[in-house]
């Protein structure tokens, strides 16, 4: 087991095990309701039209969990189903191939179930699919599949395999990508984020690029005033830019504020949480969830920049950006004081990050880049491509 893994292990037990109630939870959902989700799955499927030659599928991890990247996936296979008239295909969701599965995502509100990937062998008459699956998943995907899935693949005429890239630092090695090709007869790329979307990304894959986005409604969580929030910073569990350093940091500087980790809690339990807290802070990429969820219901958090997820360098220019790890470590405890009673102050800066996020995102943006893809007109093509 990696460093990783056993850090990764030993945060769940310090997790769970103090709490049975909640390890009883994670035993039922990720082990004995599998049976039961065999059968809900089976009943399910039934209301979905076999007869289809177009098939789209989105692939998400078999373990049930709140991760950013997941609800990405739910919303992107959402806006496709909304879109058909533009691809005339089957939409689903489906698990990793393996045993593990489940129906519906309990850590968020969405009206998608989820089918196991065996399942797609009912399609009987598909002469096309599209395979959308996160790049994290793709090194040992083909090998996961079963001898009937790969038989199965091999009898349609044009397997398209996308590649999620919502994270650019987790992309396989080319190696991988090209590997594909002993099955898939398309590869293609999508990105969730803006700043790695570019010719030079496109080249270096060597497979066309097109700019997904992401989505995702936070209209629902309306926020509260200024001075309903406590003294708490919601902490990001990513492990980036010195995370015990800043922590101990923060409990022996700020002894009045509460510092709780997101870990273990449904999206509802973590927006309402955010809502109460006067800060978040985020260990991750920056320009993630954490930020963009806090200034949706006019709270703060505070970040450090880095150029690989924002989507460019104005971002530094707000006052809760940090330049580096060592200028967040100097001056954050300086700026919570500062801001920790300063509503207008505090406010001006919630709204102008809202202002620039909403730059770069809406839906109608988000709902076009799914129509565009569909459509084959990529944002790039490899150069390669392009002058033969």
Known sequence: MADHERLAAVERLKYYLPHPL???????????????????????????????????AFIVPGKNRPTGGVMSIFSLATAAKEIKDIHNSEVILVTYPGVRTYFKNRYFKSKETVFRFNQIKKFRNVTKIIIHI????????????????????????????????????????????????????????????????????????????????????????????????????VLSSDKRGGRDTVITMLKNRLPDYKLVTVRGMTFDEYMVLVKRAKFSLTFGEGFDGYLIHAAAVGRLCFAVYNDIFFPDKSFIELDNIYVSDDDLLENIVEDIRKLESAKNEYMKIVNQNMEKINSFYSYDKFLDNQKRFYLNHYDYYPESDRAG
């Not at 959902?29 to 030659?53: S, T, V």
């Not at 038989?151 to 397997?159: A, F, G, T």
């Not at 690029?209 to 005033?225: A, K, T």
């Open 134 to 233: 996160p790049e994290f998943l793709l090194d040992k995907f083909y090998d996961s599949l079963s001898v009937g899935d790969k038989e199965y693949l091999s009898r349609i005429n044009h397997v398209h395999i996308n590649i999620l890239n919502q994270n650019i630092e987790c992309m396989p090695s080319k190696e991988v990508i090209t590997s594909l090709k002993k099955f898939a007869t398309k590869i293609t790329q999508s990105t969730a984020h803006y700043r790695y979307t570019n010719q030079e990304i496109c080249n270096q894959y060597k497979i066309p690029l097109h700019h997904f986005s992401v989505y995702l409604e936070l209209s629902v969580y309306s926020g509260s005033n200024f001075e309903d929030t406590r003294k708490i910073i």
């Open 22 to 56: 909640r390890l009883i939870r994670l035993l039922y959902c990720d082990y004995l309701q599998i049976p039961l989700c065999y059968y809900l799955q089976n009943k399910e499927f039934c209301k979905i039209d076999h007869r289809a030659e177009n098939l789209i």
